[in-house]
């Protein structure tokens, strides 16, 4: 069982940044898709941004490309989601996802344990 921790969130005034953490508490992401995805309020869970683990793959959504950047830590067992350039449509939950084992996607389904999530609100 891999358990996922995020910080970092908080709350921002637009144009500014924050930088997510997600830590698993035991485990190896060797094999795996980590993801950034969020929700806002009344909303469904969207993707944000993804890194194949092993080999260093990178995507992005489209609404956060050129502003956001995920980054992981191998010692540490840490991704992070480094958002610049804030915008009031980033207010959401964002949270931190593994995915099965050889599975490269955006969707949910393919992703197998959640963090509990983490708040930033963008004041504009």
């Known amino acids: 069982q891999v358990q996922l921790v995020e910080s970092g969130g908080g709350l921002v005034q637009a144009g500014g940044s924050l930088r997510l953490s997600c830590a698993a508490s035991?485990?190896?992401?060797?094999?795996?898709?980590l993801a950034w995805f969020r929700q806002a309020a009344g909303k469904e869970r969207e993707f944000v941004a993804a890194?194949?683990?092993?080999?260093?793959?990178?995507y992005y959504a489209d609404s956060v490309k050129g502003r956001f950047t995920i980054s992981r830590d191998n010692a540490k067992n840490t991704v992070y989601l480094q958002m610049n350039n804030l915008e009031a449509e980033d207010t959401a939950v964002y949270y931190c996802?593994?995915?099965?084992?050889?599975?490269?996607?955006?969707?949910?389904?393919?992703?197998?344990?959640w963090g509990q999530g983490t708040q930033v609100t963008v004041s504009s």
């Open positions: 035991e485990g190896t992401f060797s094999s795996r898709t």
């Open positions: 890194m194949r683990w092993s080999e260093g793959y990178l």
């Open positions: 996802a593994a995915g099965h084992p050889g599975v490269w996607t955006a969707v949910i389904g393919g992703y197998e344990y």
